[in-house]
């Protein structure tokens, strides 16, 4: 038994065979190129064809297909929003892959990075065993997979977990409204857009970044500046680990997680300020609930999305 697993990202396509046991037995990328809409299908339609045939060269039967995408699979339809690609506003994506396979021969199982990501963690990673676990997913922007009871929590839209718009902070703002509260000031963007505003607004800061070309700056170069004690990122990062301790929180306390993961690009530089987290979440989270959760790194890294779609290609199929 094998399935293929695919993560589309905003830039890059990865992909990968998998048997019932967790194992990656053979791996693929594509970068998109500044691929479109049918463009994009296509690129995974080759990718998955590729890999069917090569492992059926190898005596794999193909079972089932499962995707990662970023954005919002509605399932009863098969189609995909994702904001970062254009053109893919009601994408039929399984419909195409389907035709691929023949019909409904084969099951083709999509999903969103945040709905992976947790998958992954619960089977192979940080979360195994747990029924009850959040992946918090902080990179270009914020979003969680939250597993409740063993089961996906999904929403009446598929859009449960959208957590870069939680309302951390007052007054409103208009910047708000294209991607959220939390995620302007917390996600990789944010940080990034944080430092920017503070060197443009104070010229008395003295350090690494106010020294440097304001507009270039990224998250990595505000992580690099906070080793360096620079003023601005001190305060940017401050300012992050307490939104994402107050994020936390917000979880414990509404979900009761055994668990919270974090991963994504910036968990990553940020794994070491787990600890500060914690200690934010504590002071804002149902006490009880706070007592009994652990905050771990992801085990996966950027291989969380694509575990979880092979596992929720797995799981599609028939249990022996």
């Excluded at 944010?190 to 503070?198: K, S």
């Amino acid at each position: 038994m094998a399935v293929i697993a695919i993560d589309l990202g905003g830039t890059k396509l990865a992909a990968a065979l998998f048997d019932s046991h967790g194992r990656a037995f053979r791996r693929e990328g594509r970068l998109l190129e500044k691929r479109e809409g049918k463009d994009v299908g296509a690129l995974i339609s080759a990718m998955v064809r590729d890999l069917s045939s090569r492992g059926e060269s190898a005596g794999h039967r193909i079972d089932a297909v499962g995707i990662c995408v970023p954005g919002i699979s509605h399932h009863g339809a098969g189609t995909v929003w994702a904001p970062n690609i254009p053109g893919w506003t009601e994408y039929p994506l399984r419909e195409e892959l389907r035709s691929l396979f023949g019909g409904d021969d084969i099951n083709v199982v999509i999903d969103s990075d945040r709905a992976c990501s947790i998958w992954g963690e619960v089977w192979q990673g940080a979360a195994r065993g747990a029924r009850d676990a959040v992946f918090l997913a902080v990179g270009t922007g914020i979003g969680a997979g939250i597993l409740s009871g063993g089961k996906i929590l999904r929403g009446a839209h598929d859009i449960a977990g959208a957590i870069g718009w939680l309302a951390l902070e007052r007054p409103f703002s208009e910047d708000f409204v294209s991607r959220g509260c939390f995620e302007h000031y917390a996600s990789g963007e944010g940080i990034a857009g944080g430092a920017r505003a503070l060197i443009a607004k104070r010229t008395e800061y003295r350090g690494v970044l106010a020294a440097g070309e304001g507009e270039e700056i990224t998250s990595y170069d505000v992580f690099n500046a906070y080793d360096a004690h620079d003023p601005i990122a001190e305060l940017v990062i401050g300012r992050s680990i307490e939104l994402w301790g107050m994020a936390a929180a917000n979880l414990v306390s509404l979900f009761n997680p055994e668990k919270i993961i974090f991963g994504g690009g910036i968990f990553g530089p940020a794994v070491r300020f787990l600890g500060a987290i914690r200690d934010e979440a504590r002071k804002w989270a149902q006490p009880i609930s706070m007592a009994h959760v652990t905050f771990e790194p992801s085990l996966l890294g950027g291989d969380a999305g694509l575990y979880g779609a092979a596992f929720a290609a797995l799981q599609s199929l028939p249990q022996a």
